[in-house]
């Protein structure tokens, strides 16, 4: 049994922890003694970990930093509950990220195990790309680059020694390889291109099981799917289905989705009356029913890694309109199987108005999309290469 472990943040409700579900969905349990370790617990996604795959948290259990000194206290370890006084006072001092995360590595234990294989899954500026270097023994090292590095270059740039140490770098598209390669030229021997791995069957089996739209809506329905977060684009979305409205479109656009722009999309919506015309349906674990359903899909991101909800919608043969954000003419031949437009209001705006009006472009789109080969399985070779 060869020995894995994967260090992430939280298995949340997204893209990446998504990702990382379907690659251990492929591993197989005689083969792989896998652990995941998250730096924190709660997230939406841990039942669907793989049961045979092991889930830690790298904090420990303990809810609070109060509750982690007294129990090092009951055991007779003051000086490590003294450790974990001083280190947290001393990282809320400071204001950069790195530097508190830095603080944050001082209190947490080394892995006393080796792995065969020791991975840092998530963004590329973050703990865990610091916590595999400096706190596994592994035969191999892989780092996992799930985004546009140009939007991280700042930050990056505290991060390259770190990054000098891996025997792997992953990108999840060839764009996203290309601008790392512009960032850290010297580790391009390193790099290569990684695509997330999707499972076609597995979307459309989902896709006939749990709820989807309950509003007996009969109009035309749009769809997008993403965190409610600048980066994700939403904001945009009001203006546009305004715009649709005006013309007479009987049009209704479905978010799926939280984070921290809820509150401002809500006054958005109310303050142009969109109340009965776009709805934030929150978090949902199956989305594909969603999907299955949607007449048009749309992903107005500003800046993405390959971006695995358009993917999804790639899969289940959506009629789709995307911004031209990395690795998105990695999945969408324009014109062919999709429309790519700049994040601009007009440009979305004329797209989704062209494929409401134009049912041939549509059924161009479906037909092309039913015969592409949309199954990245194969990639997990790739992976298994690197356990030996």
């Known amino acids: 049994m060869k020995k894995v472990v994967i260090v992430t943040r939280r298995m949340i409700l997204g893209g990446i922890e998504k990702a990382l579900i379907s690659m251990l969905e492929q591993m197989p349990k005689d083969k792989y003694d896998v652990t995941v370790l998250v730096m924190g617990v709660g997230g939406e996604l841990e039942d669907e970990i793989p049961l045979h795959v092991k889930l830690k948290c790298l904090y420990g259990d303990e809810k609070s930093t109060l509750e982690k000194i007294w129990k090092k206290v009951k055991v007779g370890n003051v000086i490590d509950a003294l450790k974990i006084g001083w280190y947290t006072f001393l990282s809320r001092k400071v204001k950069s990220v790195f530097d508190q995360e830095m603080y944050h590595l001082k209190m947490v234990p080394n892995q006393e195990v080796e792995f065969d294989l020791a991975i840092a899954y998530h963004v590329p500026a973050s703990l865990p790309v610091v916590y595999v270097i400096n706190n596994i023994k592994a035969k191999s090292k892989v780092a996992w680059i799930h985004s546009d590095v140009s939007h991280y270059e700042t930050a990056l740039s505290r991060y390259k020694d770190y990054y000098a140490k891996y025997d792997k770098i992953f990108c999840v598209s060839q764009f996203a390889l290309n601008k790392f390669n512009e960032i850290f030229p010297n580790l391009r021997e390193k790099t290569s291109v990684f695509y997330n791995i999707l499972d076609k069957q597995k979307f459309e089996s989902l896709s006939l099981k749990g709820k989807s739209f309950e509003d007996n809506f009969d109009g035309i329905k749009i769809l997008t799917i993403g965190r409610l977060t600048g980066e994700k684009g939403q904001d945009i979305i009001p203006v546009v289905l305004k715009k649709l409205i005006s013309e007479g479109f009987n049009i209704r656009w479905y978010c799926i989705g939280e984070g921290d722009c809820r509150l401002r999309l809500e006054n958005m919506i109310e303050a ?56 998105a003419r990695e999945q969408i031949n324009n014109c062919q199987t999709g429309i790519i437009v700049k994040f601009d209001e007009n440009e979305i705006y004329n797209s989704v108005k062209k494929l409401i009006k134009d049912k041939a472009i549509i059924n161009k789109f479906i037909n092309n999309l039913k015969n592409e080969k949309i199954n990245t399985v194969e990639e997990m070779k790739k992976l298994f290469d690197c356990v030996g």
């Open 272 to 327: 142009n009356n969109l109340g009965d015309h776009m709805l934030l349906l929150g978090n949902k674990k199956n989305p594909y029913p969603f999907i299955k359903d949607c007449d048009i899909y749309v992903q107005p991101s500003r800046h993405e890694g390959y971006c695995i909800s358009l993917a999804e919608a790639r899969s289940l043969n959506k009629p789709i309109v995307t911004t031209d954000f990395v690795g």
